[in-house]
Every structure is written in structure tokens, then in C-alpha cells.
């Protein structure tokens, strides 16, 4: 338990100094922070069992994203990151709230890339067929809170998701 809760102050302690970096014109700095972090980033994403870790990492990999755009830390691991964020988008087991990270989390990373590049990914047409899918998620139970939540955090996730990827 201590260590997982290390390893999340560790991951939102580094999104937040990466916005820092980058805000700071330091790109270069940003980039070599990261790199050695993404084999643990990579890790976590293929096992999203522990959710709230999970959460934590699908959110650094949105900060990286946005702070270090195309260089080697998303383009070398995107087929990787893109892989893993679909499992998590596809598992009936993972937490529901995991779903919403992770669709923006794949338009952080389409607009990191560029559309010429996230175009031309095996990934594009499976990203789009899930977050078809996600779209047609519709609210069962208008008094269950936590579902309307769920849908509404769902759809702002996807009009920011789709938004990267077509820009």
C-alpha cells in the first residue's frame, strides 16, 4: 500500500514539474525527465488492476503528451501507450472512471503526434470503432447518480478525444 500510494505522489509530483519545465520553454529538460519513467508507465497501463495507480499514470501519460508532443517519449512508446489504453477502454473489470481518463488520454496523444501521424497508426481506426462504441453508452437509470455522472464525464471526454484527433 505505502508503496503504491509513493508511487502516485511520484507520478503527480513529476506531471506537475513536467508542466512546470515545459511552461518554462525547457522542452529538452521535459523530455529527458520522462524517458526513463515510460518502462514504469508502461508497466502500470498493462496492468491496470490497481486502479487508482492506474488513474494517476493514465493522467501523467496525458501530461506527457502535452509537454513533450512528438518527440521520443510518445513516439517511441505509442503504439505501446495506445494499445494499452484501448484494453482499459475495452476490460469489463476496469473501473468505470478509468474509461474517461483514458479516451482523453488518446486525444492527448492523437494531438501530440499530429494528424499526418496519428493517421497513419494501425491505431486510428480502432481508436475511432471504440470511441463509437463509448458514444452510444446512454444513461439506464436517471437516478443513479454516479451512472449520469459516469455518461457525462464519458461524452466531455470523447468531444475532447475526437477534437485532438481531428485537428
Given at each position: ?76 512508446n505509442l503504439d505501446t501507450l495506445v494499445s494499452s489504453l484501448q484494453r482499459i477502454l475495452q476490460s469489463p473489470t476496469c473501473q468505470?472512471?478509468?474509461k474517461s481518463l483514458a479516451i482523453t488520454a488518446l486525444g492527448d ?59
Open positions: 500500500e505505502t508503496a503504491i500510494t509513493s508511487l502516485e505522489d511520484l507520478f503527480l509530483a513529476l506531471g506537475s514539474l513536467l508542466t512546470e519545465i515545459t511552461e518554462s520553454g525547457s522542452v529538452d529538460l521535459a523530455i529527458a525527465l520522462v524517458a526513463p519513467f515510460m518502462p514504469y508507465v508502461l508497466g502500470i497501463l498493462a496492468r491496470p488492476d490497481e486502479a487508482q495507480l492506474c488513474r494517476v499514470v493514465i493522467g501523467f501519460v496525458s501530461d506527457v503528451a502535452r509537454s513533450c508532443k512528438a518527440s521520443a517519449p510518445v513516439t517511441s468505470r472512471d478509468l496523444l492523437a494531438g501530440a503526434v499530429g494528424g499526418p501521424v496519428w493517421c497513419s497508426t494501425p491505431h486510428f481506426t480502432s481508436t475511432f470503432t471504440i470511441l463509437s462504441m463509448a458514444s452510444g453508452i446512454e444513461i439506464t437509470d436517471e437516478d443513479d447518480l454516479d451512472e449520469v455522472d459516469f455518461v457525462c464525464e464519458l461524452r466531455l471526454a470523447l468531444v475532447e478525444a475526437i477534437t485532438w484527433i481531428v485537428q
